[in-house]
């Protein structure tokens, strides 16, 4: 495997899916160090837009007539990248430098002090987050799954010694980090393609956190990990007491070994809250004092898609979110109806992943019926070919007045439902039914 011993030894980066969250991070941590970035993604998007207004060479185009890339240059890769890529299987066949994101990532961050945030739900916001405190505090690199809106961006480059990082448990990449304090905000079974049972999940994250090096945080609900202190519960060293609303946001004191500290969560939803208790005990614990800790949680302005208020107008509200398992979905709604109680909920719902859709479809439908109207997109394959017998109507068809809406109709059908509070929900390209979404709502101003 081919190793970092300083950017200055990587002549070139090629990423192979180079548009995907992860993989724009760490583009944009090689160009700030001046290494040549160049990439393929099968469609453009906001973000391939940007990173080539950054100085990264991005082309759509799979054939090997468009793959002009150095010989010397490393092929980074992902697991959403088919093995059978003209591109990828031409680099396997050169015996060119391949290395997967996460071992990239592993190697940039496991090269000075690594603070890691896993778990399956809320990696992203917590990370954002804790990166966010530090930020104020001391010089720091962070590669985030999210935009995060107090950056606008997913990564900050540094240079620094410090880096904080999501620990991402699909295809088990978290494996390839050694951090120096962690967290774990949960360890509900998700990506069952990959582990096969909920047991072996559980597995993976223990075997994650037997990897980490000092302090780690396990949130409210995860299983028992070794060595892992709890965070987040009545009588915990570092938990929460007198959650409130105060003119619309959610106050709370924070409570940090002792030391009571009130603030405001810049995201509604008590899932944010304990969010929040996990990236201050990480903070914390790596020396950031609480006073500060609280201000940097109140001046938090949250990540793109995770809860996102996109429109108001004539009295109705439109939020996006990245929901995309029963748990999150659940959250989501009751982080909405804390928000605007006693309103009439409109949810557009694009499932992710057949194997995910069959895998939670009671879960699913269970968080979804909780909304006043729900409408559900055709299933985002991403990775995975069509199941028989699983579609969007099977999901449907367990959830009392679901509507199956076509994509292309996906905003107006939204708009149209008699509901003040209308959000659009999903991890695949439901995103780019979001302007429209807001354009109509704004019209009926």
Not at 108 to 132: D, E, P, Y
Not at 258 to 264: A, C, F, K, M
Not at 310 to 322: C, L, N, Q, T
Request: glycine letters at 10%; aromatic letters at 8%; one cysteine or more.
């Amino acid at each position: 495997m081919a190793r970092i011993n300083g950017p200055e030894r990587i002549p070139a980066l090629d990423f192979l899916g180079i548009g995907g969250i992860g993989m724009s991070s760490l583009a944009r941590w090689a160009m700030a160090r001046g290494i040549p970035v160049s990439g393929y993604d099968k469609t453009p998007s906001d973000l391939t837009e940007a990173l080539v207004s950054e100085g990264a060479r991005v082309r759509f185009d799979e054939s090997l007539e468009a793959w002009h890339v150095p010989a010397d240059a490393w092929i980074i890769y992902t697991p959403a990248i088919p093995a059978d890529h003209p591109q990828l299987a031409t680099a396997k066949a050169q015996g060119r430098t391949l290395l997967k994101r996460a071992e990239l990532l592993g190697q940039i961050a496991n090269a000075g002090t690594c603070l890691a945030v896993g778990g399956t739900h809320g990696k992203t916001t917590t990370s954002a987050m804790l990166a966010w405190m530090l930020h104020q505090h001391q010089p720091v690199q962070a590669f985030l799954g999210g935009i995060a809106t107090n950056f606008q961006s997913n990564c900050l480059p540094g240079p620094a010694n410090l880096s904080v990082v999501e620990a991402d448990e699909f295809d088990r990449s978290f494996l390839h980090l050694h951090p120096s304090a962690a967290i774990i905000t949960s360890t509900d079974a998700d990506h069952l393609d990959i582990y096969g049972e909920a047991d072996s999940v559980v597995d993976g994250f223990r075997a994650f956190a037997a990897q980490v090096k000092g302090p780690l945080f396990a949130g409210p609900g995860c299983a028992d990990l070794a060595g892992a202190e709890t965070y987040g519960r009545p009588g915990d060293r570092y938990t929460f007491r007198d959650v409130r609303l105060e003119g619309g946001r959610q106050a709370f004191t924070l409570v940090l070994d002792g030391i009571e500290v009130p603030t405001h969560a810049g995201l509604p939803g008590l899932h944010n809250v304990e969010n929040a208790v996990a990236a201050a005990a990480l903070a914390h614990s790596v020396g950031m004092p609480a006073a500060a800790i609280g201000e940097a949680i109140a001046r938090f302005r949250g990540v793109a898609r995770r809860f996102d208020r996109r429109a108001s107008a004539a009295g109705r509200h439109y939020i996006d979110d990245y929901a995309h398992h029963p748990t999150e979905l659940r959250r989501f709604i009751e982080a909405l109806r804390g928000m605007f109680p006693d309103q009439k909920i409109a949810l557009l719902f694009q499932p992710h992943l057949y194997s995910r859709t069959r895998d939670f479809a009671a879960g699913f439908a269970e968080a979804l019926g909780a909304a006043d109207f729900v409408g559900i997109l055709p299933i985002y394959a991403a990775r995975e070919r069509a199941m028989a017998g699983v579609d969007s109507a099977m999901l449907a068809a367990r959830i009392p007045g679901a509507q199956l809406v076509p994509y292309d109709r996906g905003a107006q059908w939204l708009a149209s439902q008699p509901a003040t509070v209308v959000a659009t929900v999903g991890a695949g390209d439901i995103d780019r039914l979001v302007p429209h979404v807001e354009r109509l709502i704004r019209a009926e101003a």
